[in-house]
């Protein structure tokens, strides 16, 4: 884009009236510093606009960048799955009761978390204690069975299970939790 035209686009925008033959030349300097600016601004506004533009057609659509599969929704060879948090005092009670739950093909897998620190409101005070964290991955449909199965087998009064659906992921994996599942 040449000066002339952005020196006519700058004063287009402008309360003044545009330069004629008789400005002086500290005018056309000041034009000449400021015309860059003016560009600078115009596409910064023009780019906002396309952002916004383009954030609002795109902001409520979910992400599956990365997946290489289907959601639940559509998927015939899965079942609706869920991801289960438990807690357990140690190693030895996460161990027992990991396999006490595949076992029953209450899950098709349990992650062992070691390391956590839990702080929690209990008998009216903050509490605080290492744990081991259970990620269970199951169906949907074994939840009622697999906390009576937590709730037998802890020695917590009240155990932590706590459950998230799945929505997506690998189709493979998804049937995996199927196949490796109790039907009800």
């Not at 004063?11 to 005018?27: C, N, Y």
């Not at 034009?31 to 795109?58: D, E, M, N, Q, T």
């Not at 799945?166 to 994996?173: C, F, L, P, R």
Request: glycine share 6%.
């Amino acid at each position: 884009m040449s000066l002339q035209s952005l020196s006519r686009a700058f004063w287009a925008f402008s309360s003044s009236a545009p330069p004629t033959r008789r400005t002086s030349s500290a005018a056309l300097k000041l034009l000449r510093r400021r015309a860059p600016l003016v560009g600078a601004l115009s596409s910064l506004c023009l780019g906002s606009i396309y952002a916004i533009a383009y954030r609002s057609k795109f902001v409520n659509q979910p992400s599956t960048r990365g997946l290489h599969s289907t959601g639940m929704e559509g998927a015939l060879r899965t079942v609706p799955s869920i991801v289960v948090y438990v807690t357990v005092p140690n190693k030895e009670a996460g161990m027992k009761l990991a396999e006490s739950i595949i076992k029953e093909k209450l899950a098709a897998c349990v992650n062992r978390v070691p390391g956590i620190e839990s702080v929690y409101w209990w008998d009216g005070k903050v509490q605080t204690d290492p744990e081991e964290l259970l990620i269970i991955k199951t169906r949907k449909s074994l939840l009622g069975a697999l906390t009576q199965h937590v709730k037998s087998n802890h020695e917590y009064d009240v155990p932590e299970v706590i459950a998230l659906p799945i929505t997506g992921g690998d189709e493979k994996y998804l049937e995996w939790i199927k196949d490796s599942t109790r039907d009800e």
